[in-house]
């Protein structure tokens, strides 16, 4: 099918969600068709299991228009394209993107059919629509298009694509295998619908911290003043305004959070203004794993606010550490972005997180500092790194760190890697050189001091940066030569 003329983003979206939902629904029929009857589809039947594609293409006459903008705008001149899924759920994204390409730059916009087939276990909600009768999987790839690894990448986020001349450039960081792909990762690991995710994310590694985000939530709810609407959980539990407290209390209890790797919580409010908080649990490569799926939902911020090992005598149990730079080594990311490449810290995120803690504490100037210290952490792969001492000491003391943990470096690198603004507010549980280990009494007492006033500190973080979305999206992210889409 050749491409047709769109003339406006809005027009643009609508014809993609109308081909989105004949591809989708002819892929769901012939399998129903086939699941019933045993008829496989044809050729000319299986050309129609094909993603949409969008084009965009920019032809300045004259000089070319200069943006300060990090995102939507063109790096050269040329013709740009990606497929797209679910369109009508990423509507607000796409149209955030198109809008200043066609009224700044004067782009023109083009939608058709792609070249890559939607695998069919993505057109199914939950997967056992497909366990009836003897069928197998096996037998369903004969005739129906299945997910191919060889096809799901990150070189364009990577940058290590092949750009051939003639050849489009891609107009996003990820095709839509490669989202669909990451929307059903999301759900296995964190029991939740992808739709349900919103664009400010905090990523913890204690339940501690749910159970605080729970209750926030839930205060928020009863709150006329609140913009908050509903709170979603792990299994599909939900929250709403109105509920009394035995219903909501019963509705958390039943929620079965612990089936799942990594169980993410929603805090909801209209114009996907709401927050989401993932229990990524221990170590990098959790920490990597949520990441890659995160990003194809293209969040606005996401923040780190867990526990760390204090590395200085001056600092107190309960302390704070805003992290300015990261010691690698966790490990999981060294061939992908490797540790001589500077993780910047982000001016707005690092300014948004101060605030919000002298705004919670109550602390300024000398006081503040006293209970946050902004500095370097070290991010390791092994739990037990103190074990390593007299080899990890030099490295430690060369790097002038302040804290140790296991996932803040690699979520700063992967926001680095994949365009995601982030930021680190860790809060000191132990100083294992000191002495300050964590014992049962004393890690009780602290975790009811510290995590409530810890999240609140995230949660305002969040305010500051949504009031400030546009300077948020740092050029810091982006490259000479990016896809035109954030």
């Given at each position: 099918?050749?491409?047709?003329?769109?003339?406006?983003?809005?027009?643009?979206?609508?014809?993609?969600?109308?081909?989105?939902?004949?591809a989708?629904?002819?892929?769901?029929?012939?399998?129903?068709?086939?699941?019933?009857?045993?008829?496989?589809?044809?050729e000319?039947?299986?050309i129609?299991?094909?993603?949409?594609?969008?084009?965009?293409?920019?032809?300045?006459?004259?000089?070319?228009?200069?943006?300060?903008?990090a995102?939507?705008?063109?790096?050269?001149?040329?013709?740009?394209?990606?497929?797209?899924?679910?369109?009508?759920?990423?509507?607000?994204?796409?149209?955030?993107?198109?809008?200043p390409?066609?009224?700044?730059?004067?782009?023109?916009?083009?939608?058709?059919?792609?070249?890559?087939?939607?695998?069919?276990?993505?057109?199914?909600?939950?997967g056992?629509?497909?366990?009836?009768?003897?069928?197998?999987?096996?037998?369903?790839?004969?005739?129906?298009?299945?997910?191919?690894?060889?096809?799901?990448?990150?070189?364009?986020?990577?940058?290590?694509?092949?750009?051939?001349?003639?050849?489009?450039?891609?107009?996003?960081?990820?095709?839509?295998?490669?989202?669909?792909?990451?929307?059903?990762?999301?759900?296995?690991?964190?029991?939740?619908?992808?739709?349900?995710?919103?664009?400010?994310?905090?990523?913890?590694?204690?339940?501690?911290?749910?159970?605080?985000?729970?209750?926030?939530?839930?205060e928020?709810?009863?709150?006329?003043a609140?913009?908050?609407?509903s709170v979603?959980?792990?299994?599909?539990?939900?929250?709403?305004?109105?509920?009394d407290?035995?219903?909501?209390?019963?509705?958390?209890?039943?929620?079965?959070?612990?089936?799942?790797?990594?169980p993410?919580?929603?805090?909801?409010?209209?114009?996907?203004?709401?927050?989401?908080?993932?229990?990524?649990?221990?170590?990098?490569?959790?920490?990597?794993?949520i990441?890659?799926?995160?990003?194809v939902?293209?969040?606005?911020?996401?923040?780190?606010?867990?526990?760390?090992?204090?590395?200085?005598?001056?600092?107190?149990?309960?302390?704070y550490?805003l992290?300015?730079?990261?010691?690698?080594?966790?490990?999981?990311?060294?061939?992908?972005?490797?540790?001589?490449?500077?993780?910047?810290?982000?001016?707005?995120?690092?300014?948004?997180?101060?605030?919000?803690?002298?705004?919670?504490?109550?602390?300024?100037?000398?006081?503040?500092?006293?209970?946050?210290?902004?500095?370097?952490?070290?991010?390791?792969?092994?739990?037990?790194?103190?074990?390593?001492?007299?080899?990890?000491?030099k490295?430690?003391?060369?790097?002038?760190?302040?804290?140790?943990?296991?996932e803040?470096?690699?979520?700063a690198?992967?926001?680095?890697?994949?365009?995601?603004?982030?930021?680190?507010?860790?809060c000191v549980?132990?100083?294992?050189?000191?002495?300050?280990?964590?014992?049962?009494?004393?890690?009780?007492?602290f975790?009811?001091?510290?995590v409530?006033?810890?999240?609140?500190i995230?949660?305002?973080?969040?305010?500051?940066?949504?009031?400030?979305?546009?300077?948020?999206?740092?050029r810091?992210?982006?490259?000479f030569?990016?896809?035109?889409?954030?």
């Amino acid at each position: 099918m050749n491409r047709e003329r769109i003339a406006t983003p809005e027009a643009a979206v609508d014809r993609l969600e109308e081909l989105y939902a004949e591809a989708t629904g002819a892929l769901r029929d012939a399998v129903e068709r086939y699941l019933e009857t045993g008829v496989a589809p044809d050729e000319s039947q299986r050309i129609r299991f094909r993603y949409p594609e969008l084009s965009v293409t920019y032809q300045p006459e004259g000089v070319p228009v200069a943006s300060r903008r990090a995102f939507a705008k063109f790096s050269v001149p040329g013709v740009y394209t990606t497929t797209v899924t679910q369109p009508a759920a990423f509507r607000t994204y796409l149209l955030e993107q198109l809008r200043p390409l066609v009224s700044e730059f004067g782009a023109e916009i083009e939608v058709g059919v792609g070249p890559q087939e939607i695998p069919y276990p993505y057109v199914f909600e939950r997967g056992d629509e497909l366990g009836r009768g003897a069928v197998t999987a096996a037998e369903l790839a004969r005739f129906f298009p299945t997910p191919q690894l060889a096809a799901v990448g990150d070189e364009i986020a990577d940058g290590t694509f092949d750009l051939r001349d003639g050849e489009p450039r891609p107009l996003a960081l990820f095709d839509a295998v490669r989202v669909d792909y990451s929307l059903r990762r999301f759900v296995h690991y964190t029991g939740t619908d992808w739709r349900s995710a919103q664009p400010w994310i905090l990523l913890t590694n204690y339940h501690r911290y749910v159970d605080q985000f729970l209750r926030w939530g839930i205060e928020q709810l009863s709150d006329p003043a609140s913009p908050y609407d509903s709170v979603l959980l792990p299994g599909g539990g939900k929250i709403v305004r109105g509920m009394d407290a035995e219903a909501v209390e019963a509705i958390v209890a039943a929620s079965p959070w612990h089936r799942f790797q990594m169980p993410a919580y929603h805090v909801t409010a209209p114009g996907n203004r709401g927050v989401t908080l993932v229990n990524i649990g221990v170590g990098p490569s959790n920490a990597k794993n949520i990441t890659d799926h995160l990003a194809v939902l293209r969040p606005h911020a996401w923040l780190m606010v867990g526990h760390c090992g204090g590395l200085r005598q001056s600092q107190l149990i309960g302390d704070y550490v805003l992290a300015h730079g990261y010691l690698r080594q966790d490990r999981i990311l060294d061939s992908l972005v490797p540790t001589d490449m500077p993780i910047p810290a982000l001016a707005e995120v690092q300014v948004a997180l101060q605030e919000a803690a002298a705004q919670v504490t109550g602390d300024r100037g000398e006081a503040l500092k006293r209970r946050l210290r902004t500095g370097t952490v070290v991010t390791n792969d092994d739990r037990n790194w103190e074990l390593r001492w007299s080899q990890e000491r030099k490295r430690i003391n060369l790097s002038r760190a302040i804290a140790v943990d296991m996932e803040s470096g690699t979520i700063a690198a992967q926001g680095f890697r994949l365009r995601v603004p982030y930021g680190t507010l860790l809060c000191v549980s132990d100083k294992p050189l000191h002495g300050e280990i964590k014992l049962p009494g004393a890690a009780n007492a602290f975790y009811e001091r510290a995590v409530s006033e810890h999240l609140k500190i995230g949660l305002a973080a969040l305010d500051h940066l949504r009031a400030n979305r546009e300077g948020l999206h740092s050029r810091k992210l982006r490259s000479f030569d990016e896809p035109p889409f954030r």
